[in-house]
């Protein structure tokens, strides 16, 4: 049977930032140049008409893989294709709409610069725009309004408008609710799932709120510097986490009738991409830490009876 090819896939990406040390560094240390190992290494898939929630802590890399996802930044090593081609159907809509908006420009000329770069005639662009802020919920009547007129929520419709007008395939979201009122958290939400059955767009959902990414996503990848460390369909995921980093994250979710030693609070210190330990990356915090663990970078393994649900994890290898 052919192999289904899903809509994106990473094979071995990787992003580095390369970086001059400061005097004192380079002086006393010797050091010449310092590299970030942002991603490094990664291996994802998302289908069409899917959610992959992307979760970890703040700079372990999820908004870098985004950006290489939908071709913000150039890839170290590795690829990203797209229906098995190389060439990227992915736009990106941010935490702060207000930021990424350009406060000089109307609506209509914020979704104009978007339609022209996809080749839409001057004279359909008014009819394109008007058809676009109604998907999100907006008017016509917004049209010649500026960002600083919308509220936050609104802000983020325009942003989705904005990604809408190219015609992506896959929009990556990051924490693209993050700045708003839980009131408008839920609509929002409601918006990109309604686009989702209406256009079989697919998201990576960024978000360090492991609640929104419980509710809106059909699968989940666990990030620790630079690397994924467990993925599962969303209910396998927060049913039987499997990886200590995972478990750890998901102890801190508050729950009814939990008490405070479930939680499980992380010891040790969070290395630096820079210098990232060799064999398993999170052996500094790991309370389950094994000689191997220092030696060997684990490799994937699939949980028995949990289809898809595969760990990056010593642990797992030697219970599989
Ligand atoms: Fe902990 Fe070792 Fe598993 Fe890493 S590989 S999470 S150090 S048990």
């Known amino acids: 049977m052919k192999e289904r090819t899903p809509l994106v896939k990473t094979i071995g990406l990787k992003r580095y930032f390369y970086s001059r040390p400061g005097f ?14 942002a991603v490094d290494g990664v291996d994802i898939y998302i289908e069409e008409g899917e959610t992959l929630g992307l979760v970890g802590e703040s700079g372990c890399g999820k908004s870098t893989l985004g950006r ?54 001057l004279e359909e662009r008014e009819d394109e725009s008007v058809k676009l802020l109604e998907r999100v919920g907006l008017t016509p009547l917004h049209l010649d309004q500026y960002p600083r007129q919308f509220s936050g929520g ?54 360090h709120d492991l609640a929104v990414v419980h509710h809106a996503s059909h699968r989940v990848a666990v990030m620790y510097l630079g690397k994924i460390v467990e993925t599962a369909p969303t209910e396998s995921l927060f049913e039987n986490p499997s990886h200590p980093y995972t478990q750890a994250l998901l102890s801190a979710i508050p729950r009814l009738g939990a008490t405070g030693e479930s939680r ?47 760990v990056w994890c010593h642990l797992r290898a030697s219970k599989s």
Not at 286 to 302: G, S
């Open 24 to 37: 004192l560094a380079r002086c006393l240390l010797g050091e010449k140049e310092r590299t970030t190992k």
């Open 154 to 207: 609104q802000r983020q419709r325009i942003g989705v408008a904005r990604a809408l007008a190219m015609r992506p395939r896959l929009i990556v979201a990051d924490e693209p609710v993050s700045a708003l009122d839980v009131s408008v958290q839920a609509q929002i939400l409601n918006l990109l799932e309604g686009l989702q059955a209406e256009t079989g767009v697919s998201f990576l959902l960024i978000s």
């Open 68 to 121: 290489v996802i939908v071709g913000l930044y150039a890839p170290t090593a590795g690829q990203v294709l797209y229906e098995g081609k190389t060439e990227p159907n992915g736009q990106m809509i941010f935490q702060n709409p207000y930021a990424s908006l350009n406060p000089r420009h109307t609506v209509r000329q914020i979704l104009g610069v978007s339609l022209e770069k996809r080749g839409v005639p």
């Open 264 to 310: 499980i609070r992380l010891q040790g210190t969070v290395p630096s991409a820079v210098d990232p330990p060799p064999g398993c990356r999170f052996q500094t915090r790991c309370a389950h830490k094994m000689d191997i663990c220092a030696e060997m970078e684990p490799l994937p393994v699939e949980i028995r009876g949990d289809p898809g649900h595969v």
